[in-house]
């Protein structure tokens, strides 16, 4: 049966392809990618090896299933997250064979495989890192001691706080004490600026009074006055002083969620040595090991998010500074403990130059190592440069393949970082955003996820500009005896060969498939470049994206981005092709260096619009030095003060990129509009309600002709049904609830199209195509009792039973039918009279759950993974009596409840510790791994994770209808 499902879905595109434009004339390369995607279009997966419990049997079994289901590749993790270990242990020499057993096996299958660059999943680390190869922050404490000017200060300064018993000095410096009795004069919020913390960083006004700061003079270092133990004599001038003994620690940062054998210290990000050092620890063995394979099949290696926490110290780093600013910071340490030097802008302007040092030592010694290591071995680097010190666009650089991340949930919150990264990505003419895509919490998934439930997340990532997802994600599966099987803990879809609906994939990949190869052409079209900087680091504030225009989309920039822009016919323009009329300055009081503000005066001149707010200050202590000029250039500059709304207005001279009724309300439409070969046109439109969209769509695209891409059902459809003048063309568009379609502009239309169309009657779009209800053709009401068949006989369902009248299989009086889990036929017999001339015969099968295939008098015709249920029969029925065969599959939810009043002896953790792992499997069962048959499992289902009890509610399952045949009318030109 699996067979025949993989057939009949390879047919489909072929199918499509008959009754597409495509058919008819000589396919376009846009066209060919999007009829046979190539494997670069095709998802990859993370792949999950669960503390040791790994098996040949299933590394074939796994690989084999991901690459019928349409996977072109894996990302391999090593991670142990509350599950009993396995016997195959992290770095053994058993463990490695299973490395290169997998990377074969996915030779053999034209698979690709990237390695995760660490066990666990952040970030880079292990047991062979010691203190001094680990990542570092500066500590210190203070002292205040009374000196009369003339004799010797005797002290002994306590060692600043420590970890993993590692500790180095940096410098002892004596500074004039904070008066008695009073508060301390310290800068603002000096603790968000030393680089310990994600926070965006708002700067402060110019303030150049020193009335309250400490003079440069009066920083007096002492280092060689004190020895290691702290035992420091000095002599002082007279008054009270403040010591501080300066050093460094580890930050005691580990990888997780890591086995024992490869749990440890992070690497020293700021130390390229102790990042080589890592490289070769973690990933060398495999990569010489994998010998013609590697550059090959072994192809790539990933940096998930980065949740290591923060380090604003190595021990070169007075050198790195030096280098970078041309100043010594040693005598400057002072600031880190949020004291004002000279004043507080100049004080601002040091600590703007550290963290600027930190963002590139972090990408260059810990990214750029790590690719130019990659590199020479012929892979290449993914990274979701993400999360803690990270700054995406400093990384990006040393990044071959830019990702992100979408969950179920959340997917508004996620949007200005996936947008920050995709117009890193459409800046830098990179192409590819990848992300962690779908991943999820117990509260999406707990093995409850469909097909149809990935729908939203998927479009919703799709129009923020994520054009590859690497699904989040496919536990290994050591056994084919235990469905549904294991789990990356309590995380995560549950992807894998054991669910009900995995046969069904391969619809759900070619719909991934054909939107992201369409999605990877050529560049993303925006109307405006939002202004970022340093100093939001990765926590890109919302607000500053808040009330942008939904017709239009943007893009984001850092100031070194401008260096390769160019004023173009009033328009800021790269040399690849986006370009920009607007320049939106960040409403974060921010700093700018004389280079950008030199850039923005030129571009200003040559007619670009800009809105928003000039810097407040400075960016780094060499722009301070020039504030003459600074202020000159600030002054030189329009910068626009009115609304948002009024400054798009001009910039697309009241054009916007893409219009739609206003009926249809805010919120529900997203989309993102590329520009490829050729000079076409790629417009990606989701409706993210749950009702339709009826409306009319006006693109400002002319002199092209729009064709109707329904990436679903995989057909291209020349649109007759739009209007086109000199500024727009307009098409009437229908969206299911959650659904999609791509207009495409590509081709010189053959005929004038009019400049105004008359209203379409009411209309149903499917496939790209139009249709209305026939005039006085009945619809066909398939109704009465239907022959079922349960597929799974190890359930106890019985194979056959009669359905009176369609009804959840969860209200099903018998108690096997009401917990089955899997797929069901339904099959029914009916008689046509007639086909009604000139009209398609629209098969409607109304409720489902989960999915449906349907055939009809022994024809496959679809695979319906999402609604609506709809599919075209004409060409299947004949005139007297039909067979109709509906395939329905459901989650495996309903049969966990049901298993849940089986006792047995392998226990879970009880709720009531800790959601993150409560309800845990606490040990392995003895059955699992006996192929005898002797020992075997008294429950029909198998999960490492408990997300159910006996009286968790039960699921709507099966067909639930109606079912009816609608005649309907092809509206034609």
Known sequence: MKTTHRLFIRAIPFFALLFSIGALNAATPLESGYDAPPDSARPLTWWHWINGNVTKDGIVADLTAMRDAGIAGVQLFDASIYLPAGPVRYGSDEW??????????AAKLGMEVTLMNTPGWSASGGPWITPERSM??????????????????QVTLKRPSAKENFYRDVAVLAVPADPPNAKPFRLPDWEKKIKLTSNAVARVPVDTDNSRAIPRERIINITSQADADGNCRATLPKGRWAVIRFGFTSTGAKNHPAVPEGHGLECDKLDPDAVAFQFEKSVGRIIREAGPLAGKTLTGLLFDSFEAGFQNWTETLPAQFRAAHNYDIMPLLPVFTGRVIESVAFTECVLGDFRALINASLAKNYFGVMQRLAHKHGLIVYAEAQGGPLNPAMIEPYVDVVMNEFWHHGSDNRLPRIKLCASIVNVHNKHILAAEAFSARPEEDGWSVTL???KLPGDHGFAAGVNRCILHTYAHQPFSNNAPGFTLGRYGTRFGRMQTWWPAMPAWTSYIARSQFLLQQGWKHAAALYLHTEDMGYAYPPNEIAGFPETDDFDIAYPHDLDAMTMRDGRLALPHGPSYRLLITPKMPWAASIATLRKLRDFSKAGLLIHGNPPVSPAGVSDLRQLAEFNSLVAEIRWGNESLRHAMNIATGGLPDLAWDESVGSGKIKFTHRRAAGGAHIYFISNQG???????????????????????????VASAHHAMNDRRTSIPLQLAPRGSLFVVFQKTPAATAPAQRAKIPEFVMHAGRYYTSAQGATPVEIDGSWQVGFENKKLGAPARATFDKLISWSDHDDDAIKHYSGAASYTKTFTLAAIPQGCNAMLDIGRV??????????????????PPFRADITRFLRVGENTLEIRVTNSWVNRLIGDERIPVDYPYQKPGRSKFTDGRLLELPAWLADTTGAQTNPRHTFSTWKHYTPDSPLRPAGLLGPVKIEWMRPIHE
């Open 136 to 153: 570092k922050k500066l500590v210190w404490t203070e002292t205040t001691i009374e000196s009369d000017g003339a004799s010797p200060v």
């Open 452 to 454: 149809a439930s990935l």
């Open 690 to 716: 749950d009702a339709p969209v009826v409306s009319d769509f006006h693109f400002a695209v002319t002199n092209r002709a729009p064709e109707i891409w329904d990436a679903v059902a995989g057909t291209r």
């Open 849 to 866: 759950a989960d999915l449906a295939e349907l055939r009809v008098n022994g024809h496959d015709v679809a695979t319906l993974w999402t």
């Open 96 to 105: 490695h064979e299973h490395v290169q057993f997998a990377i074969k096996t």
